[in-house]
DNA sequence: TGACCTTTGGCACTGAGTGCCTTTAGTGTC
DNA sequence: GACACTAAAGGCACTCAGTGCCAAAGGTCA
């Protein structure tokens, strides 16, 4: 019987979480590295079978990705409720940057999330089906804003060249422990218009 | 004994090639899928042992590829070679369309290839890997012409960045079985630089 | 013929992922 | 308390990719 007023779920509860299985995992990745850390391994340290894992989550691979849905529509939001006069670039920009704020007890996290999924190169392949659904939140906007159907080349350019703005701010990010990653995903994105803008405005430090 | 004048290679005779194993495993992909074809089928619609697949290539999702290693030197040495007064983005954006202009005879072939690569997520996965070798090139270049490292924020950046705009470009092309690729590409890297340009230039057809 | 070299491929193994089916731990009802 | 009902858990067996090891095959040259 329930006391609350939740209705009380039928059938046997769920015996441990996403969260929970991620924190287990993580502790192993650490230790053993992505590569070097078995289902069954992350099964065992969490109590499980390694038939239950495959329940909690697709593949090894998606371990790393949290809840990226739920930021997704974070994003999603966030472009909808934008000024219609903002000029589209500038709200893509300010949209990548907002979506990747993270409060600061979380950043260490966050960065050991990404530090694999754009580190291991298993993870580095599986992220590209991951990323499509963040492309296609650009694509729709780029598409409702210039009328062009979001399938097209217009939006899935931009989209696709956004992702890459943002992916590259993210390895920058990872090298310097101490980056700050809203400053970097803002100077990537200008980077990118400027260097479209006027030839080479940019020659700052000696390359090699 | 070896009658011409190049001296006979030791050991046993190489029993195939990768070129040919391409051709049965594309029959196959064609008739099967590609997921719905295992290492098994191509060595035995090949005649040969399923560990010598492996010799020829590491893995199955790499028998798309063919020699894009070769390829990439043909787009090295364009860049190379390209005037140094061209503003830095023309150059890419000529570079691309030439990187990636095919003889008709094996535009048929391409499309086939590209079709599995951007198609087959486990191949769209796996496809990351093997731009990062692209994307270099283009970041190299970039990191010579403004002087910045070549693992920098910019020179990467623009590199990712370019592998979406060419990517987006592609998937178009698929889309439509008479479309021309080099115009597609032209268009989207110019696309992409007019959305950073002024605002909105590009209402062109009702989207939904 | 025999020394030497390289490719081949068989065998056994690991590890991811899946389908099937039983068991377990809950619910509410009589 | 016994019962039907429900959903999660997990065991089992299987497929398939990929790898290490090693012996056999097919070439060369002296």
Redesign the pocket.
């Given at each position: 019987?329930?006391t609350t007023g939740i209705?009380?779920?039928?059938?046997?509860?769920?015996?441990?979480s996403r969260a929970e299985l991620e924190h287990v995992a993580f502790e192993l990745f650490d230790r053993q590295g992505f590569e070097g850390?078995?289902?069954?391994d992350i099964?065992v340290a969490a109590?499980?079978?390694?038939?239950?894992f495959?329940?909690?989550f697709?593949?090894?691979?998606d371990v790393p990705w949290g809840n990226f849905e739920d930021e997704l529509d974070r994003m999603r939001g966030w472009l909808a409720a934008c000024p219609p006069q903002w000029p589209l670039m500038d709200a893509i920009r300010l949209a990548i940057v907002d979506f990747n704020k993270v409060p600061p007890e979380d950043e260490r996290w966050h960065r050991r999330r990404m530090q694999l999924i754009l580190g291991v190169p298993v993870l580095q392949a599986h992220s590209t089906l991951r990323y499509a659904e963040w492309r296609q939140v650009i694509a729709d906007f780029v598409a409702e804003r210039t009328g062009h159907p979001c399938d097209g080349l217009l939006p899935q350019t931009v989209a696709y060249a956004m992702l890459g703005v943002a992916i590259a701010a993210y390895e920058q990010w990872l090298q310097d422990d101490h980056g700050n990653l809203s400053e970097l995903l803002d100077t990537a994105m200008r980077d990118l218009a400027a260097a479209f803008g006027d030839g080479l405005p940019l020659r700052v430090e000696p390359g090699r």
């Open positions: 019987m329930s209705p009380a779920q039928l059938g046997r509860r769920r015996i441990t850390t078995t289902i069954d099964a109590g499980i079978g390694r038939r239950t495959f329940r909690y697709p593949s090894k691979n």
